[in-house]
């Protein structure tokens, strides 16, 4: 059994955590998570790829034009 003694430091140490968190929260101006993402990845070399490999895929599906050969 928990001596209460010890139930009771661990029940301000929570408080005083919880406590914390509130005023970290609410010190914090509300932001716009998409406005945080957008461009985040821009320069990575795996998104330049992908980019790439989007425009291809879009290029090969267009129609081509019999009367320009």
Do not use: C
């Not at 003694?5 to 955590?17: D, S």
């Not at 490999?53 to 050969?69: I, L, N, S, V």
Request: aromatic share 6%; glycine share 4%.
């Amino acid at each position: 059994m928990i001596d209460e003694t010890v139930l009771e430091h661990r029940l301000l140490n929570l408080e005083q955590a919880i406590s914390d968190l509130q005023r970290k929260v609410e010190g914090k101006p509300s932001e716009n998570w998409l406005e945080k993402l957008i461009g985040s990845i821009s320069d990575e070399e795996a998104f330049l790829k992908a980019l790439e490999y989007g425009r291809a895929f879009r290029q090969a599906d267009k129609p081509t034009d019999e009367d320009e050969e």
